[in-house]
């Protein structure tokens, strides 16, 4: 399963920052654009995936308005 985010970043005087605009409680840094983006998908595991039993299942669900 893959989703596409969008990366709202900018450069302050040492490091990137970065977050989610789908997610923004998601925050991180980087000292390269490239190490920023690798740390907000690590962060994005880490808060989808925390907390789950080892045996979880996936099922897509189509929610109409």
Do not use: R
């Not at 900018?10 to 920023?36: A, C, F, N, R, Y």
């Amino acid at each position: 399963m893959s989703n596409k985010f969008h990366l709202i970043y900018w450069k302050s005087d040492q490091v990137w920052l970065g977050k989610l605009m789908e997610h923004p409680e998601i925050m991180t840094q980087g000292e390269t654009l490239e190490e920023l983006e690798a740390n907000i998908m690590d962060a994005y595991q880490m808060m989808v995936f925390d907390d789950l039993p080892p045996q979880y299942q996936i099922k897509e669900i189509v929610c109409e308005a």
